[in-house]
C-alpha cells in the first residue's frame, strides 16, 4: 500500500506532487531501528521551458541516516524509474534515497531537507536554478505483542493428592510481528505447587499458536477439587516486518481444573492363614488377605489396617494389626498383604470361623494422576487342632553304635523313633520321660529336637544309667511329649503320653573266653638260673580266646611249699581284646629251697565293660613250674681286651690333654651296671683337671664291651712304657638287689720319642748353584713328616751362618712358612734379585700355597732367598727351630742344623 503526502513546495516553479515511505517488507511503517527505508519525492516542473540536469540533496535530521550505498545527492528519474536528462514544462520527475533510522529514535514525525538543483534552456540562454522542499517522514511505534491462552489442560486427569502432572498451555500470537523468544514466571494458585516456575517462549510466528509444557506440578492431598487461577508474566522478544527486534513485556491469566477421584473397586479374592493353618493357641500367626483391582486407576501403595477380634492381639498387644503393599496393581492385578506377629489364645471358646474389617488407606493412578482413597472389606479365617505324633522304633545304641542296656551300664543312648503324620513341622518343647527306678535319665537330645518335617521321623536320645540291681528282662515306660507344630511363624502346642517297652540284656552273654597260655621262669623269654638269684621272675601270660574283649584284667598269684611271691599281683592289661594276650612277672623267693617243682595258684579277675557296663568276672588257676639251679663256678668276669691313647695317636713328653680309652667286656651271664672306675698313674703323669674317674651306669648286656675314656697330662718324662692301674667296682644284676665286686686291672702307657717326629730330607739350591758373591739364590729344605699324624701352623726360624744373610731382610735371621711344593724358579731369565724377590713372592701366593695341616708322611718345603757374601767355597751349617700344633693342640718346637753348600766361581 502506497501512502502519498502532498506537501506544498517553497518556489513558485515546482510544485511537490507526493512523498513516499516504504520499509524493506514493502509497507509503509518504519521504526525505530529500521535499516534500508525507502524515501521517494516526485516534484512536477512548473518552468515555461524544459529543465536540465536535475540532482535533489536531502538533508536529514539527528537520528537519521543514509544506507550503505546511497549519498545526500541523487539525480532525477522520470517517474517510469528510468533515467532522465530533461523533463519538459509540467513533467514529473522522481528523487529516491534510502536511509537507517537508529534504535534510539522516538516514534513521531520527522521534516527532512530537499534541495532541487536544474538548469533552465530558454532557446538561447542555460540558467542554472534551485528549489527548496521539507519532506515529512513518520516513524511508527513498535507493534504491540498480543499473546492469549487460548487452551488449558492437563496431560492426565488431577486429583488431590497428584505429583508430577503436566500442565500443557496453549499460547496464541494475535499481534503485528513475529514473537522470537520470551522467558517469564508461572505462578499458580496455592496449594498447587510449585507456586512459582521459570518458563521459556520459543519462537511464535504471526498468528501461530505454541503449546507451553509445565512438568512436576504437585497437588497436595489437603487441595480440594476445583477451578484455579494461574498467571504468567513474560519479558518478549518480537521482530517487525521489516526485521527490527524489540521487547516487551505482557501478562496472560489462566485457569485449572482438579478433579474429584472416585474410589477404586477393590475386592477381597481369598483370606487366610499364611500357612494354611492355625490353631486356638497360637503365636506369630500371619493372616493374609488377597486383593484385586477391579478398576481402572493403578492402585500404587495400599497401608491396611486389619481389625483384631476377641482373643486376638498382636505381639506388642494392640487389637490392630497393620501391613504396608508397595508394589502397583494395575487393572485385573491380584496382591496379597500379609498380617504377622498376631497372638491367637482362644482355648476356652474356640470359634471355627472369624470375621473381622480391613481398613485400606490408598494412593491410585489414573491416566497419569495420583489420589488418594479409602475403603473397608470384611476378611473371613478359620481355626483347627489336630493330633499327629507317634512312636515307631524303640532300640538301645552305645557310643553311636547298636547296643544293648546291660546292668551297671553308664552312657548307654534310648533311641525312640518318633513319626510326624501331620502336614507341618513339629518341634518338641518338653520331655518327661517315666521308667523303672534302676533307670536314671542324664540327658535328652536327638534331631526331634530340631524338628520334624511332615511326614518324616526323627530320632528322641536319651542318655541313662542302669543300676547294677537291675535284672535281665523287659520292663514297661512311658513318655509325655509337649510338642508345638509350627506352620510359618505360628505354632501349636499339645501334651501327649506315649506308652511302650525297654529290654534289660544279660551281661554274661558279652563275657571273654580267658586261658591261661604261657607260665615260665624269666621275663619276655625262658631264662635258667645260676645260683645267684635272690628274687627269680616268674612269667605268667593270659591269652583271651573268646569274641568279646576284657577290662581290666587283674592277676593274682600265691605259692605253696613256703616259697615268697614278691609283687604277685597286679593289672595285667586295662582291656584285653580277642585274641591278644598279657602278662605278669612276679618274682619268687626261693633262696635255700631245696625242691624241683613250684605249685602256684593264680586268680584271674576281669570286668566286663561292653555298652558302658561294669560287671566283675573272676576264674582261678593251678599250675606247677619246674624249677632247676647251676653252680657258680661257670661265672666269668669283666675283661681287659684293649688299652692305649685314642686312635692310636702317639703321645709325647709334655703332651696335655691326651685321651687314654680302656676297653673292657662283660663275660658275666648277667647285665652289669653302676660301674666306677679310678685310674692310678705313675710319676710324671697326671689327670686333666684332677679328674681321674670315670662311670658308665650301664647295664651292659653280657658279652658287651664296655669302653671307658681318661683325659691324661705327659709331663716332662722319657719316653718308654710306664705302668698304671685300674680300680673297678661294679654291681652284677643276678636277681634283686645283685651283687657289688671290686678288682684291679694293670695298665700299660706308652710315651713316643719326639726326635723321630720331623727328619730332615734334603738341602739345595734351585734354579743355580750359589757361588760367592752372588744374591737372590733360593735355598729348598726339604722335611718329612714322619710320625706325627697331623700338625699345623709350622713355621721356621732360620739362623744363617756367617757370611750368608737372606734377601728378604738382608739379615742372618729370618721367619718362613713351610709349603706343600717346591716352585719352579727360573733363575736364568731374571735379571736382577729384585725381580727375583718379586717373582718369588709372587710364586708364594700361586704355585706353592701354604699347607695349613701336614699329614704323616706328607713332605715339608721350606724356601729362602739367601744372598751369598765374600766366603769361600764349602759346606756350612744353619740353625733352624721348628715351631706347630700337634694333633692334640699342643704347640711344639723342634730344632734342627741343616748343611749349606757354597761352590766355588
Not at 492402585?299 to 476377641?310: E, F, G, M, Q, T
Not at 695317636?649 to 667286656?665: D, R, S
Not at 740353625?879 to 734342627?896: A, C, E, G, P, Y
Request: proline share 6%; glycine share 8%.
Amino acid at each position: 500500500m502506497l501512502l502519498v503526502i502532498n506537501v506544498p513546495g517553497d518556489s513558485p516553479a515546482h510544485t511537490l506532487v507526493a512523498v513516499t515511505q516504504r520499509n524493506t517488507a514493502g509497507s509503509t511503517s518504519i521504526y525505530p531501528g529500521s535499516r534500508n527505508v525507502e524515501v521517494s519525492v516526485e516534484i512536477r516542473n512548473d518552468v515555461s521551458f524544459s529543465i536540465r540536469g536535475v540532482q535533489g540533496c536531502f538533508n536529514l535530521p539527528e537520528g537519521f541516516h543514509f544506507s550503505t550505498g546511497f549519498q545526500s545527492c541523487v539525480p532525477a528519474y522520470s517517474v517510469n524509474g528510468s533515467w532522465a536528462y530533461e523533463f519538459a514544462p509540467g513533467e514529473v520527475f522522481l528523487l529516491r534515497t534510502r536511509l537507517n533510522v537508529d534504535e534510539y529514535v522516538l516514534p513521531g514525525s520527522y521534516s527532512l531537507g530537499l534541495n532541487v538543483t536544474y538548469r533552465v534552456f530558454d532557446g538561447f540562454n542555460e540558467t542554472l536554478n534551485h528549489a527548496e522542499f521539507a519532506v515529512q517522514v513518520n516513524v511508527s511505534d513498535y507493534p504491540v505483542v498480543e499473546l492469549s491462552v487460548i487452551d488449558v489442560w492437563w496431560s492426565s486427569q488431577v486429583f488431590p493428592g497428584t505429583q508430577g502432572a503436566t500442565l500443557n498451555i496453549r499460547i496464541k500470537n494475535f499481534g503485528d510481528s513475529d514473537v522470537l523468544s520470551g522467558y517469564g514466571i508461572l505462578t499458580l494458585q496455592p496449594p498447587l505447587m510449585p507456586e512459582e516456575t521459570r518458563i521459556e517462549i520459543p519462537t511464535i510466528p504471526e498468528g501461530s499458536t505454541y503449546v507451553l509444557v509445565v512438568s512436576g506440578v504437585d497437588v497436595p492431598p489437603t487441595a480440594n477439587p476445583g477451578s484455579y487461577e494461574g498467571f504468567m508474566r513474560i519479558n518478549v522478544t518480537s521482530r517487525t516486518e521489516d526485521g527490527v527486534t524489540y521487547e516487551q513485556e505482557t501478562n496472560l491469566s489462566f485457569a485449572v481444573v482438579v478433579n474429584t477421584p472416585e474410589t477404586p473397586n477393590i475386592v477381597v479374592v481369598d483370606s487366610g492363614w499364611s500357612y494354611g493353618v492355625a490353631y486356638d493357641e497360637s503365636l506369630s500367626a500371619i493372616i493374609f488377605v488377597t486383593l484385586q483391582n477391579r478398576d481402572l486407576p493403578t492402585i500404587n501403595s495400599l497401608i491396611a489396617v486389619l481389625k483384631l477380634p476377641r482373643g486376638f492381639t498382636s505381639r506388642d498387644g494392640r487389637d490392630y494389626v497393620i501391613a504396608t503393599l508397595e508394589t502397583p496393581m494395575s487393572y485385573g492385578s491380584i496382591a496379597t498383604l500379609t498380617f504377622d506377629n498376631i497372638v491367637i489364645n482362644v482355648s476356652d471358646s474356640p470359634e471355627d470361623t472369624i470375621v473381622t474389617e480391613v481398613y485400606l488407606e490408598g494412593l491410585a493412578t489414573y491416566r497419569g494422576s495420583e489420589f488418594w482413597f479409602n475403603l473397608t472389606l470384611n476378611v473371613t479365617v478359620t481355626l483347627v487342632s489336630e493330633d499327629v505324633l507317634r512312636i515307631s522304633q524303640v532300640e538301645w545304641s552305645y557310643q553311636g553304635g547298636t547296643a544293648g542296656a546291660l546292668p551297671s551300664s553308664r552312657d548307654v543312648t534310648l533311641n525312640i523313633r518318633l513319626s510326624n503324620f501331620g502336614q507341618d513341622v513339629l518341634t518338641l518343647v518338653n520331655v518327661r520321660p517315666t521308667f523303672p527306678d534302676f533307670i536314671q535319665v542324664k540327658s535328652i537330645g536327638g534331631t526331634c529336637l530340631a524338628g520334624v518335617q511332615p511326614g518324616s521321623t526323627c530320632v528322641l536320645q536319651l542318655i541313662v544309667d542302669v543300676g547294677s540291681e537291675a535284672e535281665p528282662g523287659f520292663y514297661d515306660a512311658t513318655i509325655a511329649l509337649t510338642y508345638d507344630i509350627r506352620v510359618g511363624t505360628s505354632i501349636l502346642y499339645r501334651t501327649t503320653a506315649l506308652d511302650f517297652q525297654i529290654l534289660i540284656s544279660n551281661p554274661y552273654d558279652y563275657a571273654a573266653n580267658l586261658v591261661l597260655s604261657k607260665v615260665w621262669w624269666g621275663v619276655t623269654t625262658p631264662t635258667t638260673s645260676y645260683g645267684l638269684e635272690k628274687l627269680y621272675p616268674l612269667h605268667v601270660e593270659l591269652t583271651n580266646l573268646g569274641r568279646y574283649g576284657a577290662s581290666y584284667v587283674y592277676l593274682r598269684v600265691t605259692g605253696h611249699n613256703n616259697v615268697t611271691i614278691i609283687d604277685g599281683e597286679g593289672v595285667c592289661s586295662t582291656y584285653l581284646g580277642p585274641g591278644t594276650s598279657c602278662r605278669l612277672v612276679p618274682y619268687v623267693s626261693f633262696s635255700g629251697a631245696e625242691f624241683n617243682e613250684l605249685v602256684l595258684s593264680i586268680e584271674v579277675t576281669y570286668y566286663i565293660t561292653m555298652y558302658g557296663s561294669y560287671v566283675p568276672v573272676t576264674t582261678s588257676y593251678v599250675v606247677r613250674v619246674p624249677l632247676n639251679t647251676y653252680p657258680p663256678s661257670s661265672l666269668g668276669g669283666l675283661s681287659l681286651i684293649n688299652f692305649g691313647w685314642a686312635n692310636n695317636n702317639p703321645v709325647y713328653p709334655g703332651t696335655q690333654n691326651a685321651t687314654y680309652v680302656v676297653y673292657l667286656i662283660n663275660h658275666y651271664p648277667y647285665t652289669v651296671s653302676s660301674v666306677y672306675a679310678e685310674l692310678l698313674l705313675p710319676e710324671g703323669f697326671s689327670a686333666s683337671k684332677g679328674i681321674n674317674r670315670a662311670y658308665v651306669a650301664g647295664p651292659i648286656p653280657s658279652n658287651q664291651v664296655l669302653q671307658l675314656s681318661f683325659t691324661l697330662n705327659v709331663g716332662d718324662v722319657k719316653p718308654g712304657w710306664y705302668e698304671g692301674f685300674l680300680r673297678l667296682f661294679y654291681l652284677i644284676n643276678s636277681g634283686g638287689e645283685g651283687l657289688g665286686l671290686a678288682e684291679e686291672v694293670e695298665l700299660p702307657i706308652l710315651v713316643n720319642d719326639i726326635v723321630a717326629g720331623l727328619e730332615l730330607v734334603s738341602t739345595s739350591w734351585v734354579g743355580r748353584p750359589a757361588e760367592p758373591e752372588t744374591y737372590g739364590n733360593v735355598l729348598a729344605i726339604v722335611m718329612r713328616n714322619s710320625e706325627y699324624p697331623s700338625i699345623r701352623g709350622l713355621v721356621a726360624d732360620v739362623t744363617l751362618p756367617e757370611g750368608l744373610v737372606s734377601s728378604l731382610n738382608n739379615e742372618s735371621r729370618v721367619r718362613v712358612v713351610a709349603t706343600s711344593t717346591l716352585p719352579q724358579i727360573p733363575v736364568q731369565q731374571l735379571g736382577n734379585v729384585q725381580d727375583l724377590l718379586r717373582y718369588y713372592t709372587q710364586l708364594l701366593g700361586t704355585q706353592a700355597p701354604i699347607q695349613v695341616q701336614f699329614s704323616k708322611g706328607d713332605f715339608i718345603y721350606f724356601t729362602i732367598p739367601v744372598n751369598v757374601l765374600s766366603v769361600s767355597p764349602g759346606t756350612y751349617y744353619a740353625n733352624m727351630t721348628l715351631s706347630f700344633v700337634d694333633h692334640w693342640d699342643n704347640i711344639r718346637s723342634q730344632k734342627l742344623r741343616f748343611p749349606i753348600s757354597i761352590l766355588g766361581s
